[in-house]
């Protein structure tokens, strides 16, 4: 029987992310012995809300584990590691947990896989599922080494929804190198709420593609204008942003650019492969390397002139055979 750990870092506020109540509902249909490790400044109330999740629950806290730091996430990772004697350890992947866990794990004499979609215990014996080659082929991967630090991705596993209560918390003290003191943390700048158009918990993508740049019926380009009705749109419905590969590569052409489009948004064969229940795409050709990034949306729609593009053949649930410009002006409309 494994024992297992799930670890978390617990965010400013003193919750957990849904990522992390996923992890821990993947953690729980594995079997075994279970321990919950949290890391933050604070985590009671993180504890609290999962005091009935039936696991011990053990926790690195203090001011110096609030921020994102490798020496402090590593040390205080690797303290709960060692006093839960954890054979598995199952982590929600985020950029913070990816930068450390590699590090933890050979700490320990163990392995890492990162980006698994999916964790099984078949006969009493763990595997993970993961995506290689570009999202083309899903491989299922045993390992026999132990500790094995699994980064488990988002929206892969129902969300652990226990009642809280009051939980009790047994402290571990993490032995910090100097060098942790290297790092220190002024302040966290962020985009202004109207700029911020990745957000990975929203229920719709609305994806871009290089028609929006384009002349259109009029022979002239409407650049300033297609800026205004996405980013209407993406005020309006709280939907995520994503580009294809042929607009956001735009701006190192020359060619009129979205201003707010970066790499960052790009979905598709060498882009992100986004996770939510909807999809709208507009003005995209649809081929397989946009399609790939498109694996993991529940319901497809798009919106396109061209009744003959790759979207109408079969990769959409709905194509709507209609001009972008006039589709997204009449929804902001209906969306205010």
């Given at each position: ?19 992390a109540l996923e992890a821990l509902g993947a953690a729980q249909q594995l079997g075994g012995s279970l321990t919950v490790g949290l890391i933050g400044a604070e ?294």
């Open positions: 029987m494994e024992n297992i750990l799930f670890l978390a870092f617990v965010e400013a506020d003193g919750a957990l992310p849904k990522a985590v009671q109330a993180a504890a609290n809300a999962l005091a009935n999740c039936g696991a011990k629950i053990l926790a690195v806290s203090g001011p110096e584990f609030a921020q994102a730091r490798y020496a402090s996430d590593a040390a205080a990772a690797e303290a709960i590691a060692r006093r839960s004697n954890a054979s598995l350890i199952l982590v929600p992947s985020s950029t913070r947990s990816a930068r450390a866990m590699a590090g933890v794990a050979h700490r320990l004499g163990g392995r890492v896989d990162t980006h698994i979609t999916a964790v099984a215990a078949d006969g009493g014996k763990p595997n993970v599922s993961r995506w290689y080659y570009r999202q083309r082929m899903e491989a299922v991967v045993e390992r026999a080494q132990r500790p094995w630090v699994i980064l488990l991705e988002s929206g892969c596993h129902a969300a652990y929804d226990g009642a809280p209560g009051n939980a009790t918390v047994e402290s571990v003290s993490a032995d910090l190198p100097d060098s942790h003191k290297r790092t220190q943390v002024l302040g966290v700048r962020v985009p202004q709420a109207d700029r911020q158009t990745i957000r990975p918990d929203a229920k719709v993508l609305f994806v871009a593609g290089a028609g929006w740049t384009k002349k259109q019926a009029d022979g002239q380009v409407h650049g300033a204008e297609a800026e205004q009705l996405i980013l209407g749109f993406l005020a309006n419905s709280g939907a995520s942003l994503g580009g294809s590969k042929s607009l956001v590569d735009q701006s190192g052409e020359g060619q009129a650019v979205l201003g707010f489009m970066t790499h960052l948004n790009q979905v598709g064969q060498t882009g992100a492969t986004p996770r939510h229940p909807k999809g709208l795409s507009t003005c995209c050709h649809g081929e397989e390397p946009h399609v790939v990034g498109w694996r993991f949306i529940n319901e497809r729609r798009a919106v396109n002139l061209d009744p003959n593009c790759g979207w109408a053949r079969s990769k959409a649930d709905v194509l709507y055979v209609a001009d972008a410009f006039e589709v997204m002006r009449e929804l902001n409309q209906l969306l205010k």
